[in-house]
């Protein structure tokens, strides 16, 4: 079992000078500590469900340029990409240069942006959620594209690229992994098992990981898909230092399940909580497989 680090939130320490440091600080502990992943949100306000808007937010791939700097190992991606923020030509570049400067490290995590607040406040285009799902499923076809050598064009429904260009490539062969963020059972896990490398799901429980996972089976049935191929990964919710074994227990329960990585979010002082896992946690998820 591998686990990420999700870094979330930027409001501690609170000093506006002190976020680079303390990022790069806990960056450096979480790889030595045997992190696999480090990842942040693709969000420009705070999550008005979790904490108040106008806590400190930055921009997704420039925080990850800046991680790959001080970083050697960890995989580096975004959960997940909005796909109503970037244009899908300029995404494929922005994942590429993160991949080559990183060394070949990069992930692209991608979703259907839902935050209506920060879209409309920075004048990012609301549109219906029928239509997020169809530029989802086109930009993932342009960034596959671009990372497959051919430079021709690309004629979609909401999308028209008339060369898709990307040199360098990407290091990471074929190409960098496409996880695909979201439960969503008719949209969401059909474009997982037309494309993605990975899903990414909340661990709600294991009935409900359980029920989405033989619904994205399904789907690679109907896709021609081998199921197996699809990495399965799990945003944890349980405290892992506050709640240890009910955390190591339901890591077990979704390791049955046949989910290989999970992301933990800190819920104190970053590199503290970094640093504490590493000792406390990650030992023991050696032991499940």
């Known amino acids: 079992m591998r686990i990420g680090l999700h870094y979330w939130t930027f409001t501690i320490p609170s000093e506006p000078e002190m976020i680079a440091p303390t990022l790069a600080r806990t960056a450096r502990i979480a790889e030595d500590a045997g992190f696999a992943s480090f990842t942040v949100m693709d969000h420009y306000f705070q999550m008005e469900a979790t904490a108040p808007a106008d806590e400190p937010m930055l921009e997704?791939?420039?925080?990850?340029?800046?991680?790959?700097?001080?970083?050697?190992?960890?995989?580096?991606?975004?959960?997940?990409?909005?796909?109503?923020?970037?244009?899908?030509?300029?995404?494929?570049?922005?994942?590429?240069?993160?991949?080559?400067?990183?060394?070949?490290?990069?992930?692209?995590?991608?979703?259907?942006?839902?935050?209506?607040?920060?879209?409309?406040?920075?004048?990012?285009?609301?549109?219906?959620?029928?239509?997020?799902?169809?530029?989802?499923?086109?930009?993932?076809?342009?960034?596959?594209?671009?990372?497959?050598?051919?430079?021709?064009?690309?004629?979609?429904?909401?999308?028209?690229?008339?060369?898709?260009?990307?040199?360098?490539?990407?290091?990471?062969?074929?190409?960098?992994?496409?996880?695909?963020?979201g439960g969503g059972e008719k949209k969401t896990l059909l474009l997982v098992a037309r494309y993605a490398d990975s899903c990414n799901l909340f661990d709600t429980s294991a009935d409900e990981v359980r029920h989405k996972l033989d619904v994205l089976r399904a789907h690679c049935a109907a896709e021609g898909r081998d199921y197996d191929s699809i990495e399965k990964t799990l945003v944890m919710r349980v405290p892992p230092l506050d709640e240890p074994e009910a955390f190591l227990t339901a890591v077990r329960e979704y390791a049955a399940l046949g989910v290989t990585e999970i992301q933990v979010t800190p819920d104190r002082h970053p590199a503290e909580f970094a640093e504490q896992v590493g000792e406390r946690i990650v030992p023991r998820l050696a032991e499940i497989g």
Request: hydrophobic content about 40%.
């Open 60 to 181: 997704a791939y420039t925080t990850l340029g800046f991680v790959a700097a001080h970083t050697a190992r960890m995989t580096l991606g975004v959960l997940v990409t909005g796909v109503m923020y970037r244009y899908p030509g300029l995404l494929a570049k922005i994942v590429t240069t993160l991949d080559v400067l990183s060394g070949g490290r990069a992930r692209l995590g991608i979703g259907a942006s839902w935050y209506e607040r920060e879209q409309r406040g920075l004048g990012v285009p609301v549109v219906p959620v029928g239509e997020r799902f169809e530029r989802l499923e086109e930009t993932i076809q342009i960034c596959l594209q671009m990372w497959s050598g051919n430079n021709g064009p690309y004629e979609g429904r909401h999308y028209r690229l008339a060369e898709t260009l990307c040199v360098p490539a990407p290091l990471r062969r074929p190409h960098p992994p496409v996880m695909i963020g």
